[in-house]
């Protein structure tokens, strides 16, 4: 998918590739919140390797790319949307480690409402019938979830977290539309991860065991995020930007929200509650009902240009 991609203007995919590269986002994006809870360290440590190591695996793929790709431009957008990336992680992760993952995955993936509300009010985007049908659905999925978790300090801690990480995560998507419109996913995603790395790292060295604990358990860890919800769901979420409206792309990702759940009840045990069910079948309804006002997914639409 990514290799046939040039940074030129690429041929339109079709509608099942669309929506194949959508289910595997989901799916490899759903694994994330699992392998961070079986890690347990800092948050800016698993975030650092879960980005360092993706980076290595996308190297030889563009060191195969045409050379003069990379500009100042390029490094500034980099900077910004990787920018992003790590406080939408850093403020996640620490949200993950004190609320139960369904509750803390729901709150991070409200960024569709606020990129929706984005595209109303400064883009002048006309809300379809069908996408207002499920951010009704989003809305009343996500608003049950608040009422399963005990309202203690330090839950509101990680409430505030997960919705800091939301906000940065939709700031995330709307730079990264704006530069897919010069650059193959590969270029993009290379760039931004890098640049985002080197954040971590500055942010990791102004706290005591930066970069640690380090041990071959950690390690594989570190090697399953980069390769499974990083490179299989966030890079391929950055190939789909180029081909759908990024509120689209922002609602399929809520898909993490039903996936990580069951993925946590069936490894970690964590059974939610009836009625955070109830609020993952919303949810459910709401992706399929956004993703089906998806008729304009070609490069040049009215709605591409964020």
């Excluded at 347990?40 to 980076?55: E, P, Y």
């Excluded at 992680?89 to 369904?102: D, E, G, N, R, V």
């Excluded at 801690?157 to 700031?171: Q, R």
């Excluded at 609602?251 to 993952?280: F, K």
Aim: a positive charge; zero cysteines; proline letters at 6%.
């Amino acid at each position: 998918m990514l290799k046939s991609e040039e940074t030129g203007t690429p041929s339109a995919p079709t509608a099942l590739q669309r929506y194949g590269a959508v289910a595997v986002g989901v799916l490899s994006i759903s694994s994330a919140s699992i392998l961070i809870r079986m890690a347990l360290v800092q948050a800016q440590t698993i975030a650092f390797w879960r980005l360092f190591l993706t980076t290595l695996v996308l190297l030889p793929m563009v060191l195969r790319k045409p050379k003069g790709w990379l500009s100042w431009t390029h490094m500034r957008g980099f900077a910004l949307s990787g920018g992003f990336l790590a406080l939408h992680f850093i403020f996640w992760i620490q949200s993950l480690m004190i609320l139960p993952i369904a509750l803390s995955t729901a709150l991070v993936s409200t960024h569709p409402i606020l990129l929706a509300f984005y595209g109303r009010y400064s883009q002048k985007h006309r809300l379809s019938r069908s996408t207002k049908a499920g951010m009704i659905s989003t809305i009343l999925g996500l608003g049950i979830l608040p009422f399963t978790a005990s309202f203690s300090s330090v839950q509101m801690t990680g409430i505030l977290d997960a919705l800091l990480g939301s906000v940065f995560a939709g700031l995330y998507l709307l730079s990264g539309q704006h530069y897919r419109h010069y650059l193959s996913a590969t270029q993009y995603s290379f760039g931004t991860y890098f640049m985002s790395s080197l954040i971590l790292l500055a942010i990791n060295f102004t706290h005591p065991d930066p970069l640690g604990p380090l041990n071959p358990r950690l390690l594989i860890l570190y090697g399953l995020m980069a390769i499974i919800p990083t490179l299989g769901g966030h890079t391929t979420f950055n190939w789909l930007l180029r081909f759908m409206p990024v509120r689209l792309v922002s609602m399929a990702m809520i898909g993490e929200i039903p996936g990580s759940a069951l993925l946590a009840w069936a490894i970690l045990h964590q059974m939610p509650p009836w009625p955070v069910w109830i609020s993952l079948s919303l949810l459910t309804a709401g992706i399929i009902m956004t993703l089906r006002s998806d008729s304009e997914t070609v490069p040049g639409s009215a709605d591409s240009p964020l």
